[in-house]
């Protein structure tokens, strides 16, 4: 009875060890740029034309492996009268630690014409492996899916960058790990129907897993304050050029002290 009591106990020791051998002390990142509640709206013209909308949101807190996590949703819908020509009904989700702003899972619904695509993944950023439908795959620590990077990149500080300057990121998609740097380009006011805005413009250089079928440069305008939020997106696609536009915004983490007519 002994002997199977110490044998007990040895197990018990040994898994410990392996479970806080996995265990660090994750980073914690500055985040004055966006939380729980934020909505931002938008139009997306092909052309001169309003082919759809788009929403990002943080509707609502989670809890994944005792982390507290916001869960972001964006999604992209064509207009109903554009749905004849090409429809577009996409999903993307992302569950971004709230303390250290890295992804714990991510998950991609697409439906645009005729193609369709589901994928999801998860991150054990614990032991470095994304698992996914498809296997499991080793990861560099903080590795982004491609909604986590965009939310990461509002909290950088831009006021000492030069024109050409570059953040590197490192981003998970289907098999492989990308890089994703995102390069500073300057200044421009921009006016759209929530209003005018002051914004720095960046490139985000992705390789693999966009937010669009890219064929080109996607420039995006962000305010230029600590909410960075996003006024428009420009990118080149397979059938032309497609501009997302803010039409509206709500729960933001404070002020834009970028708009330049902050009635709104």
Not at 62 to 79: A, L
Not at 101 to 120: A, C, T, V, Y
Not at 212 to 220: A, D, L
């Amino acid at each position: 009875m002994k002997t199977n009591r110490l044998k007990y106990i040895i197990i018990l020791l040994l898994v410990s060890g392996i479970v806080s051998g996995q265990i660090k002390k994750f980073r914690k990142v500055e985040n004055k740029a966006f939380t729980v509640g934020e909505k931002l709206t938008f139009d997306v013209r092909y052309g001169f034309v309003v082919a759809g909308t788009a929403v990002m949101a943080i509707p609502k807190m989670k809890r994944i492996f005792g982390r507290d996590v916001f869960h972001v949703v964006f999604r992209v819908n064509s207009v109903p009268a554009f749905d004849p020509f090409y429809k577009v009904r996409d999903r993307y989700e992302t569950y971004l630690d709230k303390e250290g702003l890295f992804p714990w899972r991510f998950e991609q619904h697409i439906r645009e014409g005729g193609f369709k695509r589901d994928f999801s993944a998860f991150f054990d950023q614990r032991r470095g492996i994304a698992k996914t439908s498809e296997g499991s795959y080793k990861i560099p620590p903080y590795v982004n899916d491609i909604v986590s990077a965009f939310y990461l990149a509002r909290t950088f500080d831009y006021s000492d960058k030069k024109v050409g300057d570059r953040f590197h990121l490192e981003n998970f998609y289907k098999d492989k790990v990308y890089p994703l740097d995102v390069v500073y380009l300057g200044k421009e006011t921009i006016t759209v129907e929530a209003g005018t805005f002051k914004c720095i413009m960046v490139e985000p250089l992705v390789v693999e897993g966009g937010l669009f079928k890219s064929e080109g440069n996607i420039i995006i305008w962000l305010t230029d304050d600590d909410l960075k939020i996003p006024v428009k997106v420009k990118t080149k696609v397979i059938i032309g050029s497609i501009d997302a536009e803010l039409t509206a915004y709500e729960g933001l983490a404070g002020k834009p002290e970028a708009k330049i007519n902050n009635s709104k």
